[in-house]
């Protein structure tokens, strides 16, 4: 109650703001929409995380903590989503080093042990970019706005040398998730229009020109899709919509296994996409 009575009075300070400067209101609306506010690393994530630090790289004046765990096989990328870090990954790792894949992981801004208040996915995407141009991954996994991110990154990077790709439980609709933010905060149009004035300006889409299922149409990846038809954080039609327009990819459905997908059932799946 207390999280939602919040977000209501921050959509009403918006609301009154874009009044007076619907320029202003966006550019606020944007911040509070990309704020991060959980992820970081945890005392009971300490341990594993800390036995495969890595170096930390500087890109885009963001210090981004890798991790390594070595093997002697293909490297797998591992991104992951909204308000979490590297540790999500885990149970799938422990399949992937038992398997002898090299794995890379890192910690997205604002999230784990990198520096940063915000994530976006056009920032995100320009952290992958710059990590798949440094460890040349064979395999990218990108879990939810990771697995958004990862599709996004295929779309501006058509000819990425990589073997395959996998996304859990990914958004794949722009406008769907900011329309879930309009009625959180209770914003009206005119911070609305202002905002999708101000992501036009600087990322050069509007809300529905962001589209993974429309990305999809020219990706020539050879993917799997894993989504949870009983999803609440993601609707499981965000993956068959995606899958519908990917020529070369599988979708595989699950029901009561939730957002995260931990279990050894998809992690397995995973590994044998990767190896077969």
Known sequence: MLKKLLAK?????????AFFSKKTAGEKAFLVFCT?????????????L????????????????????PGKKDTVLLIHGWESNAYRWRKLIEKLKAAEFNIIAFDAPAHGYSSGKVLHVPLYEKIVQDLRTTYQPSFIIGHSVGGMTLMYHLHLHKDADLKKVVTIGAPSEFYEI?????????????????????????????????????FAKENTKTGLLLHDKLDT?????????????????????????????HQDEINNKIVQFLES
């Not at 991060?36 to 594993?48: I, N």
């Not at 800390?50 to 170096?55: G, N, V, W």
């Not at 101000?198 to 299922?213: M, R």
């Not at 499981?236 to 990917?246: K, L, P, T």
């Open 178 to 214: 900011i329309s879930h933010y309009q009625t959180l905060l209770g914003l009206n149009h005119r911070v609305m229009s202002a905002l999708e004035l101000y992501i036009k300006n600087t990322f050069g889409f509007g809300f529905k020109a962001f589209s993974t299922s429309k």
């Open 50 to 69: 800390d036995a495969a630090k890595s170096e930390v790289r500087t890109i885009l004046e963001h210090d981004i903590q890798t991790y390594h765990w």
């Open 36 to 48: 991060v506010r959980k992820g970081r690393v945890l005392p009971h994530q300490t341990a594993f």
């Open 233 to 261: 954080i993601t609707p499981y039609h965000c993956s068959e919509q995606v899958h519908a327009n990917w020529k070369n990819s599988t979708l595989i459905s699950t029901e009561g296994l939730g957002h995260s997908m």
């Open 9 to 17: 009075i921050y959509g009403l300070a918006l609301n009154i703001l």
